[in-house]
């Protein structure tokens, strides 16, 4: 075992949050950060302090060995919890680079996928001029497939309503993902695809909060 490993301090950690009681779903605790799961975000390599929250702030800290919240956990569901592994992974993550092609978006029915996640510039930016992919975004919602559009920033949001490439983008059928991180709306759609078929079905179940990914 190496004695510098941060494992133990980090099991240790998980431990004392899953004892503790008050949170519920899905969490990350490293180095004393406690992230809630649809927020969780990889951005170290090598650093102990190898994850953040994306999009919100952390949940709480652990701090002599006691958790500390920050804000309110999200409530406990009043079912019981069973397994669904019902999921389909034919979602399709594409990041914009500076002469993105169109026909990028326009092939992904044909190879298979039945959702797309865009990593956009900044707030949600699309391009709608010279290479303007709105009329392949239209087209693909068309045809009943999902067009969610994320942010490449490491911190922050999405929010198509700022400017005319981000609104021009939600009139032609885009999704916003708000303060969800590609990582998170990419799980998303992967288990929204496992339980419909009905694209209207598909629609709602991105909108709704299911695991404080909106918060």
Known sequence: EDPESDGPKNLLDALVCAADGRLSGVHVVFDDLVIRGTHARKIHSRDRHAFESAGSDPVGKISGGQLMLDREPGSRPDQALTLNANLSPDVLLLKLTPGFSPRLLEAAPSLGYRAV???????????????????????????????????????????????????????????????????????????????????????????????????
């Open 117 to 215: 996640v865009l990593e956009a510039f900044g707030l949600g930016g699309i391009p709608c001029l010279r290479r303007s992919l709105l009329p392949a975004i239209h087209s693909l919602t068309e045809q009943k497939i999902p067009v969610v559009v994320t942010t490449q920033c490491a911190f922050g949001d999405c929010d198509l309503s700022v400017y005319d490439v981000g609104t021009e983008a939600a009139r032609a059928g885009a999704l916003c993902a708000g303060p969800m991180p590609t990582e998170a709306a990419v799980a998303k759609l992967i288990w929204i695809l496992g339980q419909t078929d009905d694209h209207a079905a598909m629609i709602q179940l991105f909108s709704r909060d299911i695991a404080g990914e909106f918060h």
